[in-house]
């Protein structure tokens, strides 16, 4: 009923930029919230950054300076642009969405995916 898709992923150098992208679809009221999540292996999946949709943003303490999420309410999308890379960015990166299917009904939660992102010389 509703699909996340993550694109952007890729290999990338120290310092270097990528932009992730994320797009919901289906049939649902409304997105209250979209976020970005991490995991590497053997990690715990870790919060990055969530943006609602006034467009109160917030994040980790690690991307903060770096990365930037921005929406789209009207296009049901959200995108994160990551600049200067950093070796312990890679992870894969995984699009959340807090999605409402029926005014009468608390939103749920809907992961994406997931989208590779490398860090290396």
């Known amino acids: 009923q509703v699909q996340l898709v993550e694109s952007g992923g890729g290999l990338v150098q120290p310092g270097g930029s990528l932009r992730l992208s994320c797009a919901a679809s289906g049939r649902f009221y409304r997105i209250k919230d979209m976020a970005w999540y991490r995991q590497a292996p053997g990690k715990q999946r870790e919060l990055v950054a969530r943006?609602?949709?006034?467009?109160?943003?917030s994040y980790s303490d690690s991307v903060k300076g770096r990365f930037t999420i921005s929406g789209d309410n009207a296009k049901n999308t959200v995108n994160l642009q990551m600049n200067n890379l950093r070796p312990e960015d890679t992870a894969v990166y995984y699009c959340n969405g807090k999605i409402q299917i029926l005014l009468s009904v608390r939103a749920k939660e809907y992961w994406g995916q997931g989208t590779q992102v490398t860090v290396s010389s």
């Open positions: 943006i609602d949709r006034s467009s109160n943003t």
